[in-house]
């Protein structure tokens, strides 16, 4: 139980376009859902905390106008990188919780890796 | 603000040696602690979790005891594996806030 999953598992785009990522709880309804960022050999930077229904909190120095996120329902979140550029490129992995509270456990999804070209 | 510390890898062990790997924190409250595994080009997965003071989780013959005393929660294996090859984070949730804050990760290589 609890599996996340994301959507796609890789894309390449052209600099100036914009790149939509699903993240989806399978099996569980998600209060919550978590955006990271992940450089290589690096741990994970949280991006944003994204609540269904309500609109998304960005950690300190994350553009919310470039990185969309959209909660519209218990199992599904989306980031679109918006006028992606290269220094875009990152591996990006979503993550839920439970809903309800009942649980601080967070279920990561597979992650997703964008490349602009 | 609450922080976590991990040992810096990598650890390139042989198989069946003893792992440790160390994880130590800062933070108010009783935050809940955890140990995530990253296998190449993949996401995170679950492997252990402790809520409370002297739990201790286990999982897959990886174990670890959140240790406030000493504000640690190192995660041990007395058998490693070729397929235990990975990178290991440690995470904390704090008190009243399901965020959560990650250590740089170990990169532990096991040699058949």
């Known amino acids: 139980g609890a599996v996340v999953s994301q959507h796609p598992s890789w894309v390449i785009c052209k600099s100036g376009t914009s790149v939509k990522i699903e993240c989806r709880s399978l099996d569980f309804q998600a209060t919550t859902m978590f955006w990271y960022r992940q450089f290589p050999k690096q741990s994970l930077m949280l991006m944003a905390t994204s609540n269904e229904g309500s609109k998304a909190t960005y950690e300190q120095g994350v553009e919310k106008d470039k990185f969309l996120i959209n909660h519209a329902s218990l199992t599904l979140s989306t980031l679109t990188v918006t006028s992606a550029h290269p220094e875009d490129s990152s591996f990006y992995i979503c993550s839920a919780s439970l809903a309800g509270g009942r649980s601080d456990t967070q279920y990561f999804g597979p992650g997703t890796r964008l490349t602009v070209l | 603000g609450n922080s976590v510390t991990q040992m810096e890898g990598p650890v390139t062990l042989s198989e069946e040696a003893f792992l440790t790997i160390n994880c130590t924190y800062t933070?108010?409250?009783?935050?809940?602690l955890f140990w995530y595994v990253q296998y190449p080009g993949e996401g995170l997965q679950l492997l252990l979790k402790?809520?409370?003071?002297?739990d201790k989780g286990s999982n897959k013959g990886f174990e670890a005891t959140y240790r406030k005393e000493t504000t640690s929660f190192h995660l041990e294996k007395g058998s490693v594996q070729v397929s235990d090859s990975a990178v290991y984070f440690c995470?904390?949730?704090?008190?009243?806030?399901?965020?959560?804050?990650f250590g740089t990760g170990t990169r532990l290589k096991v040699l058949a």
């Open positions: 995470a904390l949730s704090g008190s009243g806030t399901y965020k959560y804050i």
């Open positions: 402790a809520t409370k003071a002297d």
């Open positions: 933070a108010t409250g009783y935050p809940s």
